[in-house]
């Protein structure tokens, strides 16, 4: 298992861009509204990972609450898996909380599936099924 990226909230994209890219050198990718989730999405690559910069598309959203809660940075690390869905279950078979008992769609669309932050000592991590 690899990390795949890790997602950073942001207040707005644009604002966000020239900082994240100045900084790093690296061009924004095109920017994708995934609904279900609530927000905007834009990645950039760095190296073999990739940061996903995350603009929550209203304060009702769970990227909105994070950022209301002073939560700007860090939202979650994300890791590639084989399948997202046998992730969950195992997770599942050991007694973690989850978030999602099964893949769902996310951004790029790939199937991404959520452990609650209790599970990993406070931190919200995301398993990306490859393409």
Same mark, same amino acid.
């Given at each position: 298992?690899?990390? +795949?990226?890790?997602?950073?909230?942001?207040?707005?994209?644009?604002?966000?861009?020239?900082?994240?890219?100045?900084?790093?050198?690296?061009?924004?990718?095109?920017?994708?509204?995934?609904?279900?989730? /609530?927000?905007?999405?834009?990645?950039?690559?760095?190296?073999?990972?990739?940061?996903?910069?995350?603009?929550?598309? $209203?304060?009702?959203?769970?990227?909105? !609450?994070?950022?209301?809660? /002073?939560?700007? /940075?860090?939202?979650?690390?994300?890791?590639?898996?084989?399948?997202? +869905?046998?992730?969950?279950?195992?997770?599942? +078979?050991? $007694?973690?909380?989850?978030? +999602?008992?099964?893949? !769902?769609?996310?951004? !790029?669309?790939? !199937?991404? /599936?959520?452990?609650?932050?209790?599970?990993?000592? $406070?931190?919200?991590?995301?398993?990306?099924?490859?393409?």
């Amino acid at each position: 298992m690899q990390i +795949d990226h890790l997602g950073i909230a942001v207040e707005s994209l644009e604002g966000a861009r020239a900082v994240w890219e100045g900084g790093l050198g690296a061009a924004l990718g095109p920017v994708e509204e995934v609904p279900q989730q /609530g927000v905007r999405v834009a990645f950039l690559s760095v190296g073999a990972a990739h940061l996903e910069l995350l603009e929550p598309t $209203g304060p009702e959203t769970p990227v909105g !609450r994070f950022l209301a809660r /002073g939560g700007r /940075g860090v939202h979650h690390v994300a890791f590639a898996v084989p399948s997202v +869905d046998a992730k969950l279950q195992a997770l599942a +078979d050991l $007694g973690l909380r989850l978030i +999602d008992r099964v893949g !769902r769609t996310g951004a !790029r669309g790939r !199937r991404v /599936g959520f452990a609650h932050p209790s599970a990993f000592g $406070g931190v919200l991590v995301e398993f990306v099924e490859a393409p």
